[in-house]
């Protein structure tokens, strides 16, 4: 008997990879593509599974749904789901778990060494038709620098170990770490974090804890000079507050792939600044990494409707 899978929107180019997986387990695939409900609403009303990457699932749609046994998400984020209307509803919501870790800590990597070597200044000279810029932007030595990680789980790990590299000592604030880290120095205290970050990087998820953490005071806390790097979760970083330091000289550079509204402004003052990198939301991305989010979100739905636990469920669920 046909099963049917909506996907609404999706990563890369088509969907060649997932519904090529998909039809071969004798599942249907309805593909939208959109993040706007009314495209795909009526198809998911009677569907098996849904597969989404930034469609909002809320709890009407949810509670509209007849025979979806999984909600599967390409990512490793959920905030675009109602995961509680889903466990109310017997509804699996799965999530990539490890499917671009190495991207996401080499990107960020690359915002610490632009940011650090003034990159941003120097491309602004280049691009207005000069070479050196005068005055030459402030250049400090970034061995020996102590960077702070907030969030300690896969990216953040695979950051501290390429950051050994470059001579920087790592410290980490992670209230959920139990276990001790080589070559890792584990903080007793968010605030102890903050003053002792020469450059922090965010690695937490979004949560009603974690939401605005790196506000104005967080900033302040930090040493006059400090670069703030964010490939996490746009919610974790009052934007304008970070703004202001930078203005202020504060921050002497913020480095973003990420924002609580995207895409930003196309006016925002952020996108202009020359010590600022703003990056589309693009940490995530390699040949490699689409394809691994593509087969491992659609196999949890072959999973579910063949009538097995899924890999990956989120806590919100009891499976």
């Not at 202009?272 to 087969?295: L, M, N």
Request: contains cysteine; proline residues 5%.
């Amino acid at each position: 008997m046909s099963r049917l899978c909506v996907i609404t929107d999706y990563m890369g180019d088509d969907t060649t990879e997932e519904v090529s997986m998909l039809s071969a387990q004798d599942i249907e695939v309805f593909v939208a593509p959109s993040t706007n409900p009314s495209d795909w609403f009526d198809a998911a009303v009677e569907a098996d599974a849904i597969l989404t990457r930034h469609a909002p699932i809320e709890r009407s749609t949810i509670e509209a749904l007849k025979n979806c046994r999984i909600i599967a998400r390409y990512g490793t984020g959920y905030d675009n789901i109602d995961a509680d209307a889903a466990a109310q509803a017997n509804i699996v919501v799965t999530a990539v778990v490890d499917y671009a870790t190495p991207e996401v800590a080499d990107h960020a990597m690359a915002l610490i060494l632009s940011l650090v070597r003034a990159l941003p200044s120097f491309r602004t000279s280049i691009v207005a038709g000069g070479w050196t810029p005068n005055p030459i932007p402030f250049v400090p030595r970034l061995e020996g620098k102590t960077l702070g990680l907030f969030g300690f789980g896969r990216i953040g790990s695979a950051v501290a170990r390429r950051a050994s590299g470059f001579g920087l000592t790592t410290i980490v604030f992670d209230p959920y770490l139990t276990q001790t880290v080589a070559n890792v120095e584990r903080v007793a205290t968010f605030e102890e974090l903050l003053g002792r970050s020469e450059i922090l990087s965010l690695h937490a998820p979004l949560t009603n804890e974690t939401r605005d953490v790196i506000d104005q005071m967080a900033i302040e806390r930090l040493p006059i000079g400090a670069i703030v790097i964010n490939v996490a979760r746009g919610g974790l970083l009052d934007l304008e507050a970070a703004m202001d330091a930078l203005d202020r000289g504060h921050l002497s550079g913020l480095g973003i792939d990420v924002a609580a509204v995207e895409p930003l402004a196309a006016d925002h003052p952020i996108r202009h600044h020359d010590r600022a990198i703003v990056t589309p939301h693009v940490a995530y991305y390699s040949t490699g990494s689409v394809i691994d989010a593509k087969q491992q979100s659609a196999s949890e739905i072959i999973r579910v409707l063949n009538g097995d636990k899924p890999l990956h469920p989120i806590r919100h669920i009891a499976v």
